[in-house]
Nanobody
Framework: QVQLVESGGGLVQAGGSLRLSCQASGTFTRINAMRWYRQAPGRQRDLVATISSSGDTAYADSVKGRFTISRDNDKNMVFLQMNSLKPDDTAVYYC????????????WGQGTQVTVSS
């Protein structure tokens, strides 16, 4: 079984920073792309940032220049450094990974709450 576990969420004032972490555990061959999504109350889940297995990154326009995604392939972890946080960034943040076992399967973490106060 494969699990993704996020950590690092919390309450922060506008302009502050948080760093989210996601640890993948279990038995698998490799992890392909890793992503962070977020979902605010009453809204759909949106893609925030993507990092490929080789380190190529992509960001939603709303977070470009403020958020940085990175990964540690040796530790099977992905990170999201969030700076200059705004109240609009308030959401549950989910880690997502495409993991190769017998086939490529998409896994989700349980989510971590990020709340930005004005």
């Amino acid at each position: 079984q494969v699990q993704l576990v996020e950590s690092g969420g919390g309450l922060v004032q506008a302009g502050g920073s948080l760093r989210l972490s996601c640890q993948a555990s279990g038995t698998f061959t490799r992890i392909n792309a890793m992503r962070w999504y977020r979902q605010a109350p009453g809204r759909q889940r949106d893609l925030v940032a993507t990092i490929s297995s080789s380190g190529d990154t992509a960001y939603a326009d709303s977070v470009k220049g403020r958020f940085t995604i990175s990964r540690d392939n040796d530790k099977n972890m992905v990170f999201l450094q969030m700076n200059s946080l705004k109240p609009d960034d308030t959401a549950v943040y989910y880690c997502n990974a495409v993991i190769l076992r017998d086939q490529r399967i998409q896994y989700w973490g349980q989510g971590t709450q990020v709340t930005v106060s004005s």
